[in-house]
């Protein structure tokens, strides 16, 4: 079967770094995709990979090896607005979204 | 720019009673889809469609219904609703898959509880 597997829930201090692992299993692959969720509200992307290697965006960098089927999202300086659920979601071979259960991250002062 | 709108954002059901959501996007996207979030769980895909006129069942179809007449439009029957579809419900939509633009835009999600 099809698995997405990340840590339930990570804590972290403000102005830390903080890295979210994701690794997978699927039939085939198509990329793989980070979502940012606060609470009470919808998902809202954050980054996709599809090639091997690290990928910078400002403060989040995500990160890819397909051959170990996983993934990583390293979220630098952290502040409390970024405390929220980090979902990881792969596509498969026929471009279907197989989605983690998701980070609930927690930013402490 | 609206986006995806989907409502409404609350909703309470009584066992039986069937009820539609709504869903409407902006961009011109060929993709849109329905999931249900439960605790604990991942997205877990209802419905899609890759265009007016197609729709296809994801992992969990039974009791729900879609149809897609227009590229805009998305709506999302429940049919006859039972506790077990107390969810949140979000409608996303995207370019088509296989265009390398497949990043999902979602709607703000609708709460529902069945009794």
């Known amino acids: 079967g099809q698995n997405i597997d990340q840590p339930t829930e990570m804590t972290a201090t403000e102005g830390a770094i903080v890295q979210i692992n994701c690794t997978y299993q699927?039939?085939?692959?198509?990329?793989l995709f980070w979502y940012q969720q606060h609470a009470g509200e919808a998902p809202t992307f954050l980054s996709y990979n599809v090639l091997d290697g690290l990928e910078e965006k400002g403060l989040f960098s995500s990160f890819l090896s397909r051959s170990k089927g996983y993934s990583y999202l390293l979220l630098k300086e952290l502040q409390m607005k970024d405390s929220a659920s980090y979902l990881c979601?792969?596509?498969?071979?026929?471009?279907?979204?197989?989605w983690g259960a998701g980070t609930k991250l927690i930013i402490k002062p | 720019n609206a986006g995806v709108t989907q409502t409404p954002k609350f909703q309470v059901l009584k066992t039986g009673q069937s009820m539609t959501l709504q869903c409407a996007q902006d961009?011109?996207?060929?993709?849109m889809s329905w999931y249900r979030q439960d605790p604990g769980m991942g997205l877990r895909l209802i419905h899609y469609s890759v265009g007016a006129g197609i729709t296809d069942q994801g992992e969990v179809p039974n009791g729900y219904n879609v149809s897609r007449s227009t590229t805009e439009d998305f709506p999302l029957r429940l049919l006859s609703a039972a506790p077990s579809q107390t969810s949140v419900y979000f409608c996303?939509?995207?370019?088509?898959?296989?265009?390398?633009?497949?990043?999902?835009?979602f709607g703000s999600g609708t709460q529902l509880s069945v009794l």
């Open positions: 996303a939509s995207s370019y088509a898959p296989g265009t390398g633009n497949e990043k999902l835009f």
């Open positions: 979601a792969v596509m498969d071979s026929n471009y279907q979204l197989i």
């Open positions: 961009m011109n996207h060929e993709y």
């Open positions: 699927t039939s085939g692959f198509n990329g």
